[in-house]
Structure formats: structure tokens, C-alpha cells
């Protein structure tokens, strides 16, 4: 599985952004995804994921409320709606992908859970 990450940039407070992952290869289309932020320094801190079918979705503390993780099994594709952006939101995004079988129950919230990642775009939250 192929991952490409985009959507990011410089914005500022309380605006919205949308971050997308494109995945490509054989297995793409029967990945739970996930999407991870990282500081310089610090742990890869867990977003959002969401199922293969698209029926379940799992928030971390920092994305609950604002952010929504959607996706689109016709194009291979995975959104990260962020809204309401705050400068601490500032880190690298990574979009991962969880190719394990059988699926979980709910999508892992454990970096080391994916397989794949992508390269990564950064969200500069700033005035």
C-alpha cells in the first residue's frame, strides 16, 4: 500500500483545513486508516482512524469535537476535516494504514498497529 499524504499549510487560529491521503496498491482498499500527528521531539500522537467500511470512526482527545475523519472506498481515498484550529494542532500528519486480518473491532489507536504510512504534510496553526 502506497500512501500520499496533502492538504496541509500554514493557517490561522480557529480556521478549518482538510487534510487528504490517497492510497494506491493491491491492498488499499482493505485498510483501516488512520491519521497521526508528530511534534519535532516528541511521540507520533494518534488523530483519527476509521474502518474499512467507513461504518466506524475513533477519535483521539485532541480531535474529538472538531476534527472528522471521513472516506471514500470508490477513489481510495481518506479526509481529515479539522476545524476550529488551534496553534497546538501545529505538527507533521501522517496518514497510516492497517492491512491486519482479521480487522479489529475498532481501528487501532497504536502507531505500531499500521503497516504503512505516508510522507507526511505539515499544519501550521499560526496568525
Known amino acids: 500500500v502506497q500512501l500520499q499524504a496533502f492538504g496541509g499549510g500554514l493557517t490561522p487560529p480557529g480556521a478549518s483545513l482538510t487534510l487528504s491521503c490517497a492510497a494506491s496498491g493491491r491492498s488499499a482498499g482493505s485498510a483501516d486508516m488512520g491519521w497521526f500527528r508528530q511534534v519535532s521531539g516528541l511521540d507520533r500522537e494518534f488523530v483519527a482512524a476509521i474502518s474499512r467500511s467507513g461504518e466506524t470512526t475513533y477519535y483521539g482527545n485532541s480531535a474529538k469535537g472538531r476534527f472528522t475523519i471521513s472516506r471514500d472506498n470508490a477513489k481510495n481515498t481518506v479526509n481529515l476535516q479539522m476545524n476550529s484550529l488551534k496553534p497546538e494542532d501545529t505538527a507533521v500528519y501522517y496518514c497510516?494504514?492497517?492491512?491486519?486480518?482479521?480487522?479489529?473491532?475498532?481501528?487501532?489507536?497504536?502507531?505500531?498497529?499500521?503497516?504503512?504510512w505516508g510522507q507526511g504534510t505539515q499544519v501550521t496553526v499560526s496568525s
Open positions: 497510516a494504514a492497517d492491512i491486519s486480518y482479521p480487522p479489529p473491532k475498532i481501528p487501532h489507536v497504536m502507531a505500531a498497529s499500521y503497516q504503512y
